[in-house]
C-alpha cells in the first residue's frame, strides 16, 4: 500500500513537472539554443571574425541552422549581408561544402558584386552569385540558347514611339486619347498615361500572363466600372494591346529578352530539361521584393535540386510594387514551403534606438506588416528633426551648415525634387552636389535602398500628388495585373517612408512647409519625446 502511494506521488511530479515544462517550451528551446551556439563559438572561432565582425546570437543562429527552408526576417541596418556571408563561409569551412554547390541570388547588380568581392577579397572564394536575371540567362546559355537582352529603357522607347509617331496618324488611338484624358490635356497627363502603360505591362509580364488574358480583362471591366469608367479602361486597354503587341515584335525582330522574358523562358525550359548544374544550398537576399514568376522560377530550381533553401528580407522595406513584387509570397512563406523555420535578426547596427522605436511603431501602424521589436546599443535624445520654411533653398543651405559629418545624404521621393532646393551657389559634380565646400549626394528614396549616410536630410514632405506621400492613385485598370492587394492607406508610400527615416547612423532632417506638410509629418512628429520640431524665425 505505501508503495502504491509513493509511486502515485512521484506519477503525480511527473506531471506538474511535464505541464511546467510545456508552459515554458520556448524559454527551454531558446536555452538550448543559446547553450548549442556558445558551444559552437567556442569550438569554432570562425563566428567572431565575419568581415572583421563578430555575429551576434540572432546572427548565429542562422548560420548554425540545419533546417530544410528558413525565412529570416531582418530589421534595417541588422546585418543581413554580414548574416549571408557568415552563413556561406560556415557552410564551406566548417560544414566542408564544396563553394561550387552554393547558390546565392540578390536583386541588384550593385548588391551581387559587393557580395562577390567582399567573399573572395577576404576568403578568396568563388561562389555563384547572380541576379535572377543573369542566372537565367546562364541556365539559358547552358542549354546553347542565345538571345540578346533588351535595354532596360527599351518599353519606355517604345512606348514614346508610339506616341509620338502612330497616335498622330491614326484616328481611332486620337479617339482613344480623348476618352481617356478628355479634349484637353497636358504633357503631365501624358506622362502619366505613358507612366501607367509601362506598369502595367511590365505587371503583365512579370506575371506571365497569356495574351488571351486581355479578353479575360475587358469582360471584368466591362461588368465593374460605370459607363463612363468602362469606356475610359477600354481604351486604355486598347492602347496597352498594341504597345505591347508592338513591344513583343520589335523583341522578336532584334532575337531580344526583356528581364521578365528572361525568367520566363528560363521557367519553361526548366520544366522540360533538367538543369545542367545542381546546387546543394539557395541563398536569397532581399527576399520581399520577390514576383510570383520568380518564386516559381526558384522554386522550380529547388524542386530539381532537393536544396536547402534560406531567404534574407524584410518586409518593412517592400517598395517595388509596380515592378511585380507581390510581399504576400514573403508574409506567407510557412505556406509555400513546408516545415519552414522562420528567425528573426533583431538588432540593429546602423540607426539610434529612438529612430528605431518611431519608424517601427510609424511601419507598424498597418497590421498586416510583421510585429517587430528592434534593438539598438546607439542613443540619441532626439535623432527626428522636423526643419519647418517655406523658402526650400535656405533651409537646405541652413541644414547643410548645421550638419557637422562628412557624409550627408539627401533623399526626396522623386528624381526632380531636388531642383526646387537648389540656385546658383550649388556646383554638380558627377553624382555629388558641392555647396560652401560641403558635400552631398542625392538620391530618390528607391535608390537609397541598401545605402547609409552619417545623416540624412528629407526634401519635399508636403501634401501633393508629386509630394511625399504620393498622392497618385494607381488607374483602377492596375488592379487585374496586380497581385498583392491592402487597403491600408498609403501602405507602399509608408513603407518607403521607412526606408527614408531608417538610412541614417545619426539624424535624419526633415525641410517642411509652414502649410501643407505632409500627413506623414503630421504623424511622425507626435511621437514628441523622440522628434524635434524647429521653426525658422
Same mark, same amino acid.
Given at each position: 500500500?505505501?508503495?502504491?502511494?509513493?509511486?502515485?506521488?512521484?506519477?503525480?511530479?511527473?506531471?506538474?513537472?511535464?505541464?511546467?515544462?510545456?508552459?515554458?517550451?520556448?524559454?527551454?528551446?531558446?536555452?538550448?539554443?543559446?547553450?548549442?551556439?556558445?558551444?559552437?563559438?567556442?569550438?569554432?572561432?570562425?563566428?567572431?571574425?565575419?568581415?572583421?565582425?563578430?555575429?551576434?546570437?540572432?546572427?548565429?543562429?542562422?548560420?548554425?541552422?540545419?533546417?530544410?527552408?528558413?525565412?529570416?526576417?531582418?530589421?534595417?541596418?541588422?546585418?543581413?549581408?554580414?548574416?549571408?556571408?557568415?552563413?556561406?563561409?560556415?557552410?564551406?569551412?566548417?560544414?566542408?561544402?564544396?563553394?561550387?554547390?552554393?547558390?546565392?541570388?540578390?536583386?541588384?547588380?550593385?548588391?551581387?558584386?559587393?557580395?562577390?568581392?567582399?567573399?573572395? &577579397?577576404?576568403? *578568396?572564394?568563388?561562389?555563384?552569385?547572380?541576379?535572377? *536575371?543573369?542566372?537565367?540567362?546562364?541556365?539559358?546559355?547552358?542549354?546553347?540558347?542565345?538571345?540578346?537582352?533588351?535595354?532596360?529603357?527599351?518599353?519606355?522607347?517604345?512606348?514614346?514611339?508610339?506616341?509620338?509617331?502612330?497616335?498622330?496618324?491614326?484616328?481611332?488611338?486620337?479617339?482613344?486619347?480623348? *476618352?481617356?484624358?478628355?479634349?484637353?490635356?497636358?504633357?503631365?497627363?501624358?506622362?502619366?498615361?505613358?507612366?501607367?502603360?509601362?506598369?502595367?505591362?511590365?505587371?503583365?509580364?512579370?506575371?506571365?500572363?497569356?495574351?488571351?488574358?486581355?479578353?479575360?480583362?475587358?469582360?471584368?471591366?466591362?461588368?465593374?466600372?460605370?459607363?463612363?469608367?468602362?469606356?475610359?479602361?477600354?481604351?486604355?486597354?486598347?492602347?496597352?494591346?498594341?504597345?505591347?503587341?508592338?513591344?513583343?515584335?520589335?523583341?522578336?525582330?532584334?532575337?531580344?529578352?526583356?528581364?521578365?522574358?528572361?525568367?520566363?523562358?528560363?521557367?519553361?525550359?526548366?520544366?522540360?530539361?533538367?538543369?545542367?548544374?545542381?546546387?546543394?544550398?539557395?541563398?536569397?537576399?532581399?527576399?520581399?521584393?520577390?514576383?510570383?514568376?520568380?518564386?516559381?522560377?526558384?522554386?522550380?530550381?529547388?524542386?530539381?535540386?532537393?536544396?536547402?533553401?534560406?531567404?534574407?528580407?524584410?518586409?518593412?522595406?517592400?517598395?517595388?510594387?509596380?515592378?511585380?513584387?507581390?510581399?504576400?509570397?514573403?508574409?506567407?512563406?510557412?505556406?509555400?514551403?513546408?516545415?519552414?523555420?522562420?528567425?528573426?535578426?533583431?538588432?540593429?547596427?546602423?540607426?539610434?534606438?529612438?529612430?528605431?522605436?518611431?519608424?517601427?511603431?510609424?511601419?507598424?501602424?498597418?497590421?498586416?506588416?510583421?510585429?517587430?521589436?528592434?534593438?539598438?546599443?546607439?542613443?540619441?535624445?532626439?535623432?527626428?528633426?522636423?526643419?519647418?520654411?517655406?523658402?526650400?533653398?535656405?533651409?537646405?543651405?541652413?541644414?547643410?551648415?548645421?550638419?557637422?559629418?562628412?557624409?550627408?545624404?539627401?533623399?526626396?521621393?522623386?528624381?526632380?525634387?531636388?531642383?526646387?532646393?537648389?540656385?546658383?551657389?550649388?556646383?554638380? &559634380?558627377?553624382?555629388?552636389?558641392?555647396?560652401?565646400?560641403?558635400?552631398?549626394?542625392?538620391?530618390?528614396? *528607391?535608390?537609397?535602398?541598401?545605402? &547609409?549616410?552619417?545623416?540624412?536630410?528629407?526634401?519635399?514632405?508636403?501634401?501633393?500628388?508629386?509630394?511625399?506621400?504620393?498622392?497618385?492613385?494607381?488607374?483602377?485598370?492596375?488592379?487585374?495585373?496586380?497581385?498583392?492587394?491592402?487597403?491600408?492607406?498609403?501602405?507602399? &508610400?509608408?513603407?518607403?517612408?521607412?526606408?527614408?527615416?531608417?538610412?541614417?547612423?545619426?539624424?535624419?532632417?526633415?525641410?517642411?512647409?509652414?502649410?501643407?506638410?505632409?500627413?506623414?509629418?503630421?504623424?511622425?512628429?507626435?511621437?514628441?519625446?523622440?522628434?524635434?520640431?524647429?521653426?525658422?524665425?
Amino acid at each position: 500500500m505505501p508503495l502504491f502511494k509513493k509511486i502515485k506521488k512521484n506519477k503525480s511530479n511527473q506531471s506538474r513537472n511535464f505541464l511546467k515544462d510545456y508552459r515554458n517550451i520556448s524559454k527551454i528551446i531558446s536555452l538550448h539554443n543559446q547553450i548549442y551556439i556558445n558551444k559552437v563559438r567556442k569550438k569554432y572561432s570562425i563566428l567572431d571574425n565575419i568581415n572583421g565582425y563578430s555575429l551576434d546570437d540572432y546572427q548565429s543562429r542562422v548560420v548554425i541552422s540545419e533546417e530544410t527552408s528558413t525565412l529570416v526576417i531582418a530589421g534595417a541596418g541588422s546585418g543581413k549581408s554580414l548574416t549571408i556571408i557568415g552563413k556561406i563561409i560556415y557552410l564551406v569551412k566548417i560544414k566542408k561544402i564544396n563553394p561550387q554547390d552554393i547558390l546565392c541570388i540578390s536583386f541588384t547588380n550593385d548588391a551581387t558584386n559587393n557580395l562577390k568581392n567582399k567573399i573572395y &577579397e577576404n576568403y *578568396h572564394l568563388n561562389i555563384d552569385i547572380y541576379t535572377f *536575371h543573369k542566372l537565367a540567362l546562364e541556365i539559358l546559355k547552358q542549354n546553347n540558347i542565345s538571345y540578346l537582352i533588351a535595354p532596360e529603357n527599351y518599353l519606355e522607347q517604345i512606348i514614346d514611339l508610339f506616341f509620338d509617331e502612330i497616335i498622330p496618324n491614326n484616328q481611332v488611338y486620337q479617339k482613344a486619347l480623348t *476618352h481617356i484624358l478628355g479634349r484637353r490635356y497636358s504633357t503631365y497627363d501624358i506622362f502619366s498615361l505613358k507612366q501607367v502603360i509601362k506598369t502595367f505591362i511590365n505587371l503583365f509580364k512579370s506575371n506571365n500572363y497569356s495574351i488571351s488574358y486581355f479578353l479575360v480583362i475587358l469582360r471584368k471591366i466591362h461588368f465593374t466600372f460605370n459607363i463612363k469608367e468602362y469606356y475610359k479602361n477600354k481604351y486604355i486597354l486598347l492602347l496597352i494591346i498594341n504597345i505591347y503587341l508592338l513591344y513583343e515584335n520589335e523583341l522578336q525582330k532584334e532575337n531580344a529578352l526583356d528581364f521578365n522574358d528572361m525568367i520566363n523562358k528560363c521557367i519553361t525550359l526548366l520544366k522540360k530539361n533538367p538543369l545542367k548544374k545542381h546546387w546543394h544550398y539557395i541563398i536569397i537576399d532581399e527576399y520581399q521584393d520577390t514576383s510570383l514568376t520568380k518564386f516559381n522560377f526558384i522554386n522550380e530550381i529547388i524542386k530539381q535540386t532537393s536544396a536547402k533553401f534560406l531567404a534574407v528580407g524584410d518586409d518593412f522595406q517592400s517598395i517595388y510594387r509596380f515592378t511585380g513584387c507581390d510581399l504576400s509570397i514573403f508574409l506567407n512563406f510557412s505556406k509555400y514551403f513546408k516545415d519552414a523555420k522562420i528567425f528573426h535578426i533583431i538588432n540593429t547596427y546602423r540607426n539610434p534606438q529612438e529612430l528605431i522605436n518611431v519608424a517601427g511603431n510609424f511601419i507598424m501602424k498597418n497590421k498586416k506588416q510583421q510585429r517587430k521589436k528592434l534593438v539598438s546599443s546607439k542613443h540619441l535624445t532626439k535623432p527626428i528633426i522636423i526643419y519647418y520654411d517655406d523658402n526650400k533653398i535656405r533651409a537646405l543651405k541652413y541644414l547643410l551648415e548645421q550638419i557637422s559629418s562628412k557624409e550627408i545624404m539627401v533623399l526626396g521621393r522623386n528624381n526632380k525634387d531636388i531642383n526646387d532646393y537648389l540656385d546658383q551657389d550649388f556646383i554638380k &559634380e558627377n553624382d555629388f552636389y558641392i555647396y560652401n565646400n560641403i558635400k552631398f549626394r542625392y538620391l530618390t528614396v *528607391h535608390k537609397s535602398k541598401g545605402l &547609409e549616410s552619417d545623416n540624412v536630410i528629407l526634401i519635399n514632405l508636403i501634401d501633393s500628388i508629386i509630394g511625399f506621400p504620393s498622392q497618385k492613385q494607381d488607374e483602377k485598370i492596375i488592379r487585374y495585373v496586380n497581385n498583392y492587394h491592402d487597403n491600408f492607406p498609403y501602405e507602399e &508610400e509608408r513603407r518607403l517612408f521607412y526606408v527614408a527615416l531608417t538610412r541614417t547612423k545619426n539624424k535624419t532632417y526633415i525641410i517642411c512647409p509652414y502649410q501643407g506638410e505632409s500627413i506623414f509629418i503630421k504623424e511622425i512628429k507626435k511621437y514628441s519625446l523622440y522628434v524635434e520640431t524647429i521653426k525658422k524665425k
